[in-house]
């Protein structure tokens, strides 16, 4: 049986693009998503290579200017808007997985198991959030640090926190999603398509993934461009305080926290500042924009 | 109205006990100690350290004790602090994070219902565009930028208001739009959003029949109505406010709750971050239970009993 094409995506599409402030912000995201991707390879500089030139204003040689260690701030941003947009897309894709399926179960079964899950969204969201993630990656690093010193002498060893902030936050971020598709689940559950599908002999699972996750699309579609911002802001909330991401690698957080450092009345580089701020926050201007015009395109 | 209470009391309770037993036991599991220096302590001392501040014997009974302790309200010695209690240290920071959270709290309300209303009432012109962008900026915009611009701005160029620290009541200014922007923002789209449905609700077209006035119908009669979604919004808003003033405590150098937290994990502290994990807790649980009692005084429609 081939499934019938769907027909609300290609018209969800249409309508977005319609809009010019989509536009914007997406051709604006893939531009900072490809530079930070192509650029390091075109320009062969090294983010953390040193040098005695420190805090040098933007020059010819250094577009955004160096560091307190003479290190190329291009170099470090474009690092950076890769690290956070790693951290971005990943922990919201483990949100995604979590929200959807607790939001599924939730709705579609309905008693016991309805009352447990939302029971525990509750209380989660009772619970100072980045506090937990806080404490999971304190307590975790070290561990993963051990397990993985053997392995290949040890070069994924910088990369466990970045591997515990996208989980934690993926684990941390799945609560308003989860009650969104339960929401959505409980009247889409109704609806005769449904109880077609049941009377016709179809297991659960079939129409949960096939009946059902279809018609979630859209809805999760809006709230994951709304989730990706929002963990992106934790991730460089814990940079900034110092227990996200480690040196020498940066996130934009990291970048950040040495920038409001270096402001004071006699000498500010303001250049710290001023670059990995206008990236990030372009960026997470451009994933609300493009938010918002996908709720107000679906709403149509 | 009673079992209601009692029910979600119990249950804070429940989660509170959790969220003590979760940062204990992370904390002591997780390798490394409070008296844990790059110079290695002798023995004899590190083991009379440990003993003085109950944490010695095993994990089982340095965590029934310590709960005996906090169930007695004694939130015991800081280890980094040494000589203070974790009371002591609370009872001092508590007040500074109490006034920038409830100011910011203000603040954020106000200036969001205003703008948000501004924009609805004004929909599809010029203030309502400018207002919803300005919204959408300060949202996307993190707090550690705004606030180093801001004390940039008022603070090095035209030297209206300090730097940081904490002198005078004029040192909250700057951390308070700071911690409240992102705030304003949401609360003034959420306003904005669930005031133009009512607007269009047929009870308004009654009101309007009636002969009221516009003003009373848009501040009396629709207002209340469109809040409901932003009084919802409260308690998550309590949940953002509180990480938020760590970050902003840190820019500002304020001696908040917030700075302890981040400097109790750390130094592995774990009394005063279990002092401050318990204090955000209540908060939060607490702000959350007068948000559904604010609502069903706002909404009759609504009971508490189911």
């Known amino acids: ?288 924009f493009l938010g918002d015009a996908l709720r107000d395109a679906l709403a149509e | 109205m009673l079992p209601f209470l009692t029910r979600r009391l119990l249950s804070m309770a429940g989660v509170l006990f959790c969220v003590i037993s979760l940062t204990f036991l992370l904390v002591r599991l997780s390798p490394g100690g409070p008296f844990t220096r790059e110079r290695k302590l002798p023995p004899a001392i590190e083991k009379q350290l440990l003993a003085r501040y109950h944490l010695d014997g095993t994990l089982w009974q340095q965590y029934s004790e310590y709960l005996g302790d906090v169930l007695q309200g004694d939130l015991r010695l800081s280890t980094k602090y040494r000589d203070r209690s974790v009371n002591e240290l609370l009872a001092q920071s508590l007040p500074i994070s109490a006034l920038l959270g409830v100011s910011a709290l203000l603040l954020a309300t106000v200036t969001g219902v205003w703008l948000g209303s501004l924009a609805a009432v004004r929909h599809g012109t010029l203030t309502d565009t400018a207002a919803m962008l300005g919204a959408l900026g300060l949202i996307s915009i993190p707090t550690f930028v705004t606030g180093p611009l801001l004390v940039l701005g008022f603070a090095l160029w035209l030297k209206w208001l300090p730097v940081g620290g904490l002198n005078s009541p004029a040192s909250l200014i700057l951390p308070t739009i700071t911690l409240a922007g992102p705030a304003i923002a949401s609360i003034a789209r959420l306003t904005r959003t669930s005031l133009l449905e009512v607007l269009h609700a047929p009870f308004l077209r009654t009101a309007r029949a009636k002969g009221l006035s516009e003003n009373r119908i848009l501040y009396v009669h629709a207002l209340k109505t469109a809040l409901l979604p932003v009084v919802s919004y409260l308690g998550p808003l309590a949940a953002n406010l509180l990480t938020g003033s760590i970050v902003v405590e840190s820019l500002f150098n304020l001696p908040g709750t917030g700075s302890f937290f981040v400097n109790a994990i750390l130094n592995r502290d774990v009394f005063l971050l279990g002092g401050v994990v318990i204090v955000y807790c209540v908060l939060l649980m607490g702000m959350n239970l007068l948000v559904d009692i604010a609502y069903t005084w706002l909404d009759p429609r609504i009971r508490l009993e189911n």
Not at chain 1, 53 to 80: C, I, K, M, W, Y
Not at chain 1, 137 to 148: E, G, S
């Open chain 1, 1 to 288: 049986m081939t499934r019938p094409p769907s027909t609300s995506r290609p018209g969800l599409l249409r309508r977005l693009f319609r809009r010019p402030a989509a536009c914007v912000a997406m051709l604006l995201l893939a531009f900072i998503l490809l530079s930070s991707l192509l650029l390091p390879w075109l320009l062969n500089t090294d983010p953390h290579s040193t040098s005695p030139h420190t805090f040098q204003p933007p020059s010819f040689t250094h577009p955004f200017g160096t560091d307190v260690n003479g290190r190329d701030l291009l170099a470090r941003t474009l690092e950076g808007a890769r690290i956070s947009l790693l951290v971005g897309f990943s922990g919201t894709l483990v949100s995604l997985c979590i929200g959807t399926t607790c939001g599924l179960l939730a709705g579609y079964m309905g008693g016991k198991t309805d009352a447990l899950l939302m029971r525990l969204v509750d209380i989660l969201y009772a619970i100072p959030r980045l506090i937990l993630i806080i404490l999971a990656t304190f307590a975790l690093d070290p561990l993963l640090q051990r397990w993985l010193a053997p392995i290949q002498d040890g070069r994924w060893l910088g990369y466990t926190k970045i591997g515990i902030l996208i989980v934690a936050l993926g684990c941390i971020e799945w609560l308003t999603m989860a009650r969104i598709v339960r929401g959505q689940v409980l009247s889409l559950k109704t609806l005769p398509f449904v109880q077609a599908a049941r009377a016709l002999g179809q297991s659960h699972t079939k129409i949960l993934i096939r009946h059902l996750l279809p018609n979630l699309a859209g809805v999760i579609v809006v709230y994951l461009t709304m989730t990706v911002p929002a963990v992106m802001l934790d991730e460089s909330f814990l940079s900034f305080l110092g227990l996200g991401v480690q040196a020498p690698q940066a996130s934009w957080g990291t970048l950040l926290s040495d920038g409001a450092q270096s402001l004071n009345p006699i000498r500010s580089h303001w250049w710290l500042l001023l670059f990995p701020a206008t990236a990030m926050s372009l960026t997470l201007l451009s994933l609300n």
